[in-house]
């Protein structure tokens, strides 16, 4: 009994201390004295719970919570900078009466309608507050989204400096875009670049992000052979997944933003920070990353980005007192068992290790999950995994060779791994890496059926899925490169599944799915000679900026919306349903095409359910 006491508090003493360290040391310390005001902060108005979309439904923004936020911003700043106008007409007299002056946007778009209206209100606004607006900006990285051509867009540029001559007027967009389409500098009367590390094609870690800045503020300078540049957007995020090397954090966030300022300050640049408050809808098209770029929280909490400690887990307390709740909970299992003492320190360092990453799956869903198919699907890989938890330490407990985690688990946890691994391979630059859940899992199997894998008696199904896994595995790891440590994680998660499934299907050979094999090598071949050759052809993207009438450059947008909108993911599913119910083998191949089809155009998750749905019919059938 002694032992047992002993060891659990040994539990909750290294929980203790490892949140502690994370929290409470392992901090970036005060330094105040950086700089006293930003230049300029980029300022969208939104609530947490309201988005830009939402004006077509009615939203009205409240000009109460605007005077709020500016005055709060006036603290910090002279400047905001502005994306849209229609809708956004008080800002301008609420940014006066704090002082501020304005960089501001009209958004332009592939909307002719909706960007005559956001240039007309642009013109207005700036004739009549020309006493505040810095200069306008009209369009925001529209080359980079494909939504106008260069012609359209320099047309759109000298509307405005004809209509405001006293203004001066720029357009905003990624450094790369401003050097293929130079001649928009003659349209502008300066440079507006946006210069983002962590969103670079090659993203940039925080140790290598400031210097990268710098050279590629001077390789443009070089190149446009023009002094005279703005940056626009530059910044880090202080949540989301992991680009490379580029890891978003709380202090990787105030770390760029006072070495950055520090270093234009010093080289005399003009600069826009984004972004004043961080902003939830954002992660609906960009992943959980996309709604923390702020430098205050959706609550106007601050970061302490300008100043003050700064800590990774500010939270630290309560997701140290989650983990000592688990780690209690767990160790009831140890009431009246005779336990030996190797078997006593096994159940103890697994009880503390699994809680610590429990709690930290918690902690990162609690971030990602945006919507409500997202948060139940969060709250099954929870539960799953809790189950799998309570059996593995249950079994060290118990010391019987012949018990083992129940096999349903094992499926549920390698089904759920599977689609989350197909996600991250098709459609992976906003989805996070759940490292934390699925360590659960992996180390819990290999450890149940180390012994015992030949009884596992697995079969077709089972060896493709194995199949399945390695595959995305590889085409996720070509994809993020070895330099990502929650990558390179997450494949070392995913192996462990795909050498369980493969050796505990061991009896069946490779030759013994090869007409499956070859219906997916077809389906799959012929999506992405679709989605390269025409979805995301940049040569037809190019013409449809310019013809955007014809039927080709239709048929594209409509394409390209369904896939947006995650109606192919919905439409495979549906199909899958379908065939489910009228058990054909034609119905299937039909479901398991429009599936791949789903998963290759980026629409992974509906697509990679029914996808596994198929497989297991396919295979079922022939076992």
Known sequence: MTKKILLTLSSVIVAVLFWYYFGAVSILKDNSSSFSKLQCVSYAPFAKDESPFLFDSGLVISSDKVKEDLKLLSKYTDCIRTYSTVGLEMIPAIARENNLKMLMGAWVSKDKVQTKQELDTLIKLASENQDIVRAVIVGNEVLLRGDTSDVQLTEYLKQVKTALPNTKVTYADVWEFWLKHPTIRESTDFVTIHILPYWEDEP?????AIGH????????ESILKDKNILIGETGWPSEGRMREDALPSKINQALFVREFVQLANKNNWNYNIIEAFDQPWKRVSEGAVGGFWGLFDKDRNDKNVFAGDVSNFPNYKYLAFGTLTLILLFSFLLKNKEISTKRLIAFSSINTIFAILFVL???????TARTTLEEIWAFLIL???????YFFLLNIVKNKENDSIPVSLFYSSAILMAITNIGLAFDGR?????????????????WAYRNKIHELNFGKFEKALSLVVLISSAYALYNETIVNIFSNTWIIITLVFAFILNRGSKGINF???RELSIYVLVFFAAFFTLKYGFTDNKEIATQCNLYAGTLTCKIKDLIGAYIYFGYLGVTAFIITLIALVLNKKITTLIALAASSCAIV???PFLGSIGFIICTYFLTKNKD
């Not at 940039?204 to 290598?208: A, E, L, Q, T, Y």
């Open 601 to 603: 155009l980026s629409n």
């Open 361 to 367: 799956q918690i902690e990162q869903y609690n971030l």
């Open 204 to 208: 940039m870690g925080i140790k290598r």
């Open 511 to 513: 030759c013994q799915i």
């Open 213 to 220: 800045l710098a050279d590629v503020r001077g390789e443009v």
């Open 383 to 389: 539960a799953v995994h809790i189950a799998i938890y």
């Open 430 to 446: 906003y989805k996070n890496f759940e490292i934390y859940i699925f360590a659960i899992s992996a180390i819990s199997f290999l």
